[in-house]
């Protein structure tokens, strides 16, 4: 078993455990709702929050979990994963989701990951291209690109020193390379490209 392999299982098992509690919530307030009729506030905060922990549990499953190359995952479930756990006030994504193999999906929301962590400004992020060959396109204002994190990528050294926000990156690399895909990155001033 490879370390990427380990590492999906991890992903995987991890989401599989957190989902069944949340869906356990989930249900709980449902049926407070239908006894009382609690329209408060703090139910609805409850709710909002129980949504957005759910919808980042299926965003992180397609990112981080176990993906064969056999399998394939719908238009309507990355549409749904993207919408809701991938959902940025100061970040708009233009993306038309399709049925796609689940190991692009999954080096697909890693890149989005990586190109979150350039924006933290706001901007707009596009998907372009066809499976297996996507690009992604960040365009905005100002840019906060760490050079030597972006570098590991498009490079065999993995000297840089991640955090446990940056580990998109490492796993990036590592699995495009295992699928024999390159990952190219260019910038001018208003503009960022990720090519997978």
Same mark, same amino acid.
Request: charged content about 20%; glycine content about 8%; proline content about 4%.
């Given at each position: ?15 599989? %455990?957190?989902?069944?509690? @949340? ?8 049926? @407070? =709702?239908?006894?009382?009729?609690? /329209? ?14 759910? +919808? ?6 397609? +990112? ?29 994504? /233009? ?32 998907? =372009? ?14 840019? +906060?690109? /760490? ?13 840089? %020193? ?11 690399? /590592?699995?495009?390379? %295992?699928?024999?895909?390159?990952? =190219? ?8 490209? @990720?090519?997978?």
């Amino acid at each position: 078993m490879t370390e990427q392999n380990l590492t999906a299982l991890v992903g995987s098992r991890i989401c599989h %455990d957190l989902i069944s509690p @949340l869906g356990a919530i989930g249900n709980g307030l449902e049926l @407070l =709702q239908m006894a009382g009729g609690l /329209e408060t506030p703090e139910v609805a905060l409850i709710s909002e929050s129980l949504e957005n922990a759910t +919808a980042r549990i299926r965003f992180f499953r397609i +990112a981080y979990g176990e993906a064969k190359p056999e399998q394939t995952i719908s238009g309507h479930e990355l549409e749904s994963a993207l919408r809701h756990g991938f959902s940025n006030a100061r970040l708009q994504l /233009e993306f038309e989701a399709r049925d796609m193999q689940r190991p692009t999906a999954r080096l697909l929301f890693l890149g989005l990951q990586c190109m979150e962590t350039a924006m933290p400004y706001g901007g707009q992020i596009s998907v =372009q291209g066809t499976e297996p060959n996507l690009v992604l396109i960040g365009k905005a204002d100002r840019f +906060a690109r /760490e050079y030597a994190l972006w570098d590991c990528l498009t490079t065999k050294e993995k000297a840089y %020193d991640l955090r446990p926000a940056q580990v998109q990156f490492a796993l990036l690399h /590592e699995l495009a390379r %295992d699928s024999g895909r390159t990952v =190219q990155v260019a910038q001018t001033n208003h503009e960022l490209r @990720l090519a997978l």
